[in-house]
């Protein structure tokens, strides 16, 4: 294939190109505000989980509350009756022994539910400080995860905008190239990644390989015009005045 030298070195501008889409299309992929977004969000749902059984065992601790404070009031109402009943003197000596052993157990059972109910909420009150601090860094992560989104956001429409601007480019460049050499340079970019490179120093700036002397002769001998691979990698080795040949 034959084609002009200064239009063999716009396959230099359109590699240059690509490798700024890939370079785009590899930070899309490894943004490391989506890193944080993903770290924020888990973390979310586990702050959410850890308050949910937090409030379900402040339920449980109310559901106990009021089972004490319910037994509480009985033993409470049992002791009144028991003592009017002793205050109107209307009772035998057998009654008032009964009434006054009653009244014994009753203080003693009184006792032991008003300190069990002391303890319970002690617990609840542990309970609904664990749940302001879960509550608090929930609010916390979640005004993060708001900030670390936007900025995600911002860095998404930075790459749209650069892909954008590439692809632009790339179909400006591609118009001016013929059909033949930009298909061949398609299916090198295709296969192997770069499509064309430039010559410099001995190396193919594709694979890096630094070719050997008889290979430099035999392509400093070839006209400019003839599109030359690579004899390594196949990409287009594109010649130009900084290749040294
Ligand atoms: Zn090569």
Do not use: F, W
């Not at 308050?51 to 509350?65: T, Y």
């Not at 059972?109 to 860094?137: F, I, N, P, T």
């Not at 609010?139 to 860095?155: H, N």
């Not at 392509?219 to 400019?224: D, G, K, S």
């Amino acid at each position: 294939m034959n084609v002009e030298p200064k239009i063999q070195a716009k396959l230099l501008e359109l590699a240059a190109v690509d490798a700024e889409l890939s370079r785009i299309a590899h930070r899309r992929k490894n943004l490391p505000e989506q890193q944080e977004v993903d770290r924020l969000d888990a973390e979310r749902t586990s702050r959410k989980d850890d308050a949910v059984a937090v409030e379900i065992a402040i339920d449980d601790l109310d559901r106990d509350i009021r089972k004490l404070e319910g037994e509480v009031d009985a033993v409470r109402q049992r002791e009144e009756r028991d003592r009017s009943m002793l205050a109107s003197g209307s009772v035998g000596a057998k009654q008032l022994s009964e009434l006054q052993h009653e009244l014994g157990t009753l203080e003693r059972r009184q006792g032991v539910l008003e300190d069990e109910l002391l303890e319970v909420m002690e617990r609840r009150e542990a309970s609904e400080a664990d749940h302001q601090h879960a509550g608090a860094q929930l609010s916390r992560i979640e005004e993060e995860l708001a900030e670390t989104q936007r900025r995600r956001d911002e860095a998404v429409a930075d790459l749209d905008v650069a892909h954008q601007r590439c692809t632009t480019d790339r179909a400006t460049l591609g118009a001016e190239l013929p059909g033949d050499l930009l298909a061949l340079y398609e299916r090198q970019h295709d296969k192997q990644g770069i499509g064309a490179a430039l010559l410099q120093a001995r190396r193919c700036g594709a694979c890096r390989i630094e070719l050997d002397r008889g290979e430099i002769a035999r392509i400093a001998a070839t006209p400019a015009e003839t599109v030359l691979r690579c004899p390594e990698c196949s990409a287009i080795l594109v010649r130009t005045k900084e290749s040294g040949l």
